[in-house]
């Protein structure tokens, strides 16, 4: 009898379980079920919507922008049209700007990445008051606004600015940064470096210390530790700190508008303007699709650390 009853038992127990997999799985996928609505209602329909708009289809949802719009191209065949992308890709302007976008994309993300291995390396090699107030005051960007800061940047490099008064005191010609593409990469960096220390300098912390001393028992210096042990552990925080990076940086609006220049500027500007100024709706969203194609180009790293830090953890 009280064998059977264990059987019984068990084999209920499995029947139960059996029986509340679906029900939980259904009650999870009801609780995801909100944000996952309101993510495609309010990014994903107004996506395919800008693209379908890009490649010609004005009618819809898309009736009343393809009317107030100037130089709107409407689709010819049944996939659209490529018109609207040929306007954009046939202008120089856009082109000049599309290449000094990716060049402050490229040189901002690696004068944070150098900046932020560099405190970070300090800060977990050597220690101390100087590291912590070094680390702390490249946190310092991330509290002020993004505005402010464009703004004192401006002024700090205009032609009347610090710098200029500074050298004029002496008898030199100081340079003007101000409303140029190198206040823009000094602004990029700026509004940047916060985020990059915190994650790299995280990732430079988690390694234990026994590796660290066991390199040093074998006579290891300091730049064999730093390139040899520190940053390949640590190489999925700094990928995911230059993706992120590279990603502000080339969609940025704010610092490009008021520290760059009119001409050439960045795409976040150039869009803008098209969409306001020069009233070509269509062609800002090609604008807009060629950022994301870029963005997501540089997201496809993203997306690989995080397969590789889940397979090392097992998870994948």
Same mark, same amino acid.
């Given at each position: 009898?009280?064998?059977?009853?264990?059987?019984?038992?068990?084999?209920?127990?499995?029947?139960?379980?059996?029986?509340?997999?679906?029900?939980?799985?259904?009650?999870?996928?009801?609780?995801?079920?909100?944000?996952?609505?309101?993510? @495609? @209602?309010?990014?994903?329909?107004?996506?395919? @919507?800008?693209?379908?708009?890009?490649?010609?289809?004005?009618?819809? @949802?898309?009736?009343?922008?393809?009317?107030?719009?100037?130089?709107?191209?409407?689709?010819?065949?049944?996939?659209?049209?490529?018109?609207?992308?040929?306007?954009?890709?046939?202008?120089?302007?856009?082109?000049?700007?599309?290449?000094?976008?990716?060049?402050?994309?490229?040189?901002?993300?690696?004068?944070?990445?150098?900046?932020?291995?560099?405190?970070?390396?300090?800060?977990?090699?050597?220690?101390?008051?100087?590291?912590?107030?070094?680390?702390?005051?490249?946190?310092?960007?991330?509290?002020?606004?993004?505005?402010?800061?464009?703004?004192?940047?401006?002024?700090?490099?205009?032609?009347?600015?610090?710098?200029?008064?500074?050298?004029?005191?002496?008898?030199?010609?100081?340079?003007?940064?101000?409303?140029?593409?190198?206040?823009?990469?000094?602004?990029?960096?700026?509004?940047?470096?916060?985020?990059?220390?915190?994650?790299?300098?995280?990732?430079?912390?988690?390694?234990?210390?026994?590796?660290?001393?066991?390199?040093?028992?074998?006579?290891?210096?300091?730049?064999?530790?730093?390139?040899?042990?520190?940053?390949?552990?640590?190489?999925?925080?700094?990928?995911?700190?230059?993706?992120?990076?590279?990603?502000?940086?080339?969609?940025?609006?704010?610092?490009?508008?008021?520290?760059?220049?009119?001409?050439?500027?960045?795409?976040?500007?150039?869009?803008?303007?098209?969409?306001?100024?020069?009233?070509?709706?269509?062609?800002?969203?090609?604008?807009?699709?060629?950022?994301?194609?870029?963005?997501?180009?540089?997201?496809?790293?993203?997306?690989?650390?995080?397969?590789?830090?889940?397979?090392?953890?097992?998870?994948?």
């Amino acid at each position: 009898m009280t064998v059977s009853t264990a059987r019984r038992s068990r084999s209920g127990t499995k029947s139960l379980g059996v029986r509340r997999t679906p029900r939980l799985s259904v009650a999870g996928f009801l609780m995801a079920l909100p944000p996952i609505v309101l993510v @495609l @209602l309010f990014v994903g329909l107004p996506v395919i @919507l800008a693209l379908g708009f890009s490649l010609g289809f004005t009618g819809g @949802l898309n009736t009343v922008v393809s009317l107030v719009g100037q130089q709107v191209h409407k689709a010819t065949d049944w996939w659209g049209t490529l018109a609207a992308w040929a306007d954009v890709f046939g202008d120089t302007q856009f082109l000049t700007n599309l290449a000094v976008t990716v060049v402050v994309t490229v040189v901002s993300a690696v004068v944070v990445l150098g900046m932020s291995i560099g405190i970070g390396l300090y800060l977990r090699m050597r220690g101390g008051w100087f590291a912590t107030m070094l680390s702390g005051l490249a946190v310092v960007p991330l509290f002020i606004p993004v505005v402010i800061a464009s703004w004192a940047i401006l002024t700090f490099y205009a032609g009347d600015g610090f710098i200029r008064s500074v050298f004029a005191s002496v008898g030199l010609v100081g340079p003007t940064w101000g409303y140029t593409v190198v206040a823009i990469v000094i602004g990029s960096v700026w509004t940047s470096l916060p985020f990059a220390v915190l994650m790299i300098s995280s990732g430079f912390q988690s390694i234990p210390d026994a590796m660290i001393e066991a390199a040093q028992d074998a006579g290891a210096s300091r730049a064999r530790i730093a390139f040899s042990i520190l940053i390949p552990m640590s190489s999925v925080p700094i990928v995911i700190a230059s993706t992120f990076t590279a990603i502000g940086v080339i969609g940025s609006f704010t610092v490009p508008y008021f520290t760059g220049p009119n001409a050439p500027t960045m795409l976040g500007v150039m869009l803008t303007s098209y969409f306001t100024a020069f009233n070509r709706p269509q062609q800002s969203i090609v604008m807009a699709f060629t950022i994301f194609i870029v963005a997501a180009a540089i997201g496809a790293f993203y997306v690989w650390a995080n397969f590789r830090s889940a397979k090392e953890q097992g998870r994948a």
